[in-house]
T-cell receptor, first 115, second 110 residues
């Protein structure tokens, strides 16, 4: 399935590095999301974009910086991360978040390890 | 209090068994409900939406009890391929937030 793709699939970075995660959806959706999934914790919503506009930022530290150049692409720029930021970062898309309740489709995730 | 609570399990059941998972949610304004399945080291995938009247898809039956604020998933005739983590997801229309449970781990044993 290639509806939502994410690169890279795995990333190891030092605390002083700068890296970016990329997400692309081929479903014609208008809403895109970043989630963080840590062990033994529920998925945490980080950011939401609807029609390229950021509609939610769930108190995410500024070392995470999202970018949405168009409805098909979403980036997460990472800078001076901490070891506790190590997690699986999942991108998702849905048709139109303003309607609420629609199905989200997830990408395969980027497994991030911060050393 | 967590928005969504699930029994993390693990549930270990033999093939052919029937297993049920429950999930409770705290926000009475919740509008939409889903069960997602997540295989080890894979992304979550929608298993089924949960409707007020209850719904069935093959061996899977989902129920919603708004009065008690819980959702259930029943799996009949368990298959080895059903082994996964099952995530309960609740959508609250105000603010349009999706809340995920921590997941319930199921292992079906031959």
């Amino acid at each position: 399935e290639t509806g939502v793709t994410q690169t890279p699939r795995h990333l190891v970075m030092g605390m002083t590095n700068k890296k970016s995660l990329k997400c692309e959806q081929h479903l014609g959706h208008n809403a895109m999301y970043w989630y963080k999934q840590s062990a033994k914790k529920p998925l945490e919503l980080m950011f939401v974009y609807n029609f390229k506009e950021q509609t939610e930022n769930n108190s995410v530290p500024s070392r995470f910086s999202p970018e949405c150049p168009n409805s098909s692409h979403l980036f997460l720029h990472l800078h001076t991360l901490q070891p506790e930021d190590s997690a699986l970062y999942l991108c998702a898309s849905s048709q139109d978040r303003r309607q609420g309740g629609e199905t989200q489709y997830f990408g395969p995730g980027t497994r991030l390890l911060v050393l | 209090r967590k928005e969504v609570e699930q029994d993390p399990g693990p549930f270990n059941v033999p093939e052919g068994a029937t297993v049920a998972f429950n999930c409770t949610y705290s926000n009475s304004a919740s509008q939409s409900f889903f069960w997602y399945r997540q295989d080890c080291r894979k992304e979550p995938k929608l298993l089924m939406s949960v409707y007020s009247s209850g719904n069935e898809d093959g061996r899977f039956t989902a129920q919603l009890n708004r009065a008690s604020q819980y959702i259930s998933l029943l799996i009949r005739d368990s298959k080895l391929s059903d082994s996964a983590t099952y995530l309960c997801v609740v959508n609250v229309r105000a603010g349009n937030q999706f809340y995920f449970g921590t997941g319930t781990s199921l292992t079906v044993i031959p």
